[in-house]
């Protein structure tokens, strides 16, 4: 990202300006609640950790603010695979290790994956709670269920459960989920 989207980002974020902003940066401000904000708001903007008073401290976005600001990720991609004869997916950067599809769901991935070669050993799937250029398939929000999500295939009716972990995706159950799966 380069650094003039970064700036005017944060400054919507924040409610002022990019101009505020870059004074903020390059005057080098002298009283010391602005220089630790412009220290934090750096570092929080270039996703480092930051060490005040001998503590380390990693910063992120409220997710309200991050939405707010345009710094969140709307598209998500991961690469399930069948392990003893279930559909899972990894995701190294969210803890999930095996992370299992249940129910109707392992049909609709079947049914999903049935034009791709080799998909049993893993396929891109890309997904969002808003359209995409390619999207081929439109979950709709069904129900709460089970503590997780019931969600009905568009085209088909089948109905697809998600857990807890959409919520490390998302900051809610979206209303829709749109996705793409390709080899």
């Known amino acids: 990202m380069d650094q003039k989207t970064t700036n005017q980002r944060l400054a919507d974020a924040l409610g002022g300006t990019e101009r505020s902003l870059e004074q903020l940066r390059y005057k080098s401000p002298t009283n010391p609640s ?11 903007d270039e996703g480092r950790k930051v060490v005040m008073s001998g503590k380390e401290w990693e910063l992120e976005f409220h997710p309200e603010l ?25 995701d190294e950067d969210r803890g999930l290790k095996r992370e299992p599809f249940v129910g109707e769901t392992e049909n609709m991935f079947d049914e999903l994956t049935d034009d791709l070669d080799g998909a049993e050993h893993g396929f891109t799937l890309q997904f969002s709670d808003r359209p995409f250029p390619g999207w081929t398939v439109h979950l709709a929000k069904a129900r709460e269920e089970y503590e997780g999500w019931l969600y009905e295939l568009e085209k088909t009716g089948m109905q697809a459960w998600f857990g ?18 390709r080899q």
């Open 34 to 44: 602005t220089r630790l904000l412009l220290r934090l708001l750096t570092a929080l």
């Open 164 to 181: 807890p972990p959409l919520l490390i995706y998302f900051p809610g159950a979206p209303e829709s989920i749109f996705a793409q799966a």
């Open 66 to 90: 991050r939405r707010k600001s345009g710094l969140e990720n709307t598209m998500f991609i991961i690469r399930p695979y069948k392990y003893q004869g279930h559909w899972v997916f990894d």
